[in-house]
């Protein structure tokens, strides 16, 4: 778990470039962004979650304002409440058919996010996206 005891482990660190460790077997040596990982970071872009992590915790991107690629990987199941709440630059995103759940206002306040492909089976918490963006069913 990527988190602190306070839960945030990298909140406000203001970095533009994330990369991951990996273990012996090729995947990433922690399967859980805990709580307010990389909340507030003002820097970040861009982020590719690696393969092998299971779940966003709550708040893990909260508030990182110049974030605009996200690629999540299939190994994802949870997506935690408010996990990218205020994320206003990111413009589209793309939910693996692994993920069955969507925490409650995870994507609100991300103005800038046009669409989001969801799969059928996912179950999306209340408010999970803004009102102005598109949930394309797949």
Known sequence: VLASSAGCALAHADLDNVAFLKNAGGLPKLTVLGEGAFKA????????????????????????????????????????????????????VAIPSSVAEIGWRAFRGCSSLATATV???????GDAFPSSTVVRRA
């Open 119 to 125: 799969p059928a089976s996912c179950t999306l918490g």
């Open 41 to 92: 970071n003002e820097e970040l872009t861009s982020c590719t979650v690696p393969v092998g992590i299971l779940e966003i915790g709550e708040e893990a991107f909260h508030d990182c304002a110049a974030l605009e690629v996200l690629a999540l990987p299939a190994t994802v199941k949870l997506i935690g409440a408010r996990a990218f709440l205020f994320c206003r630059s990111l413009k589209s």
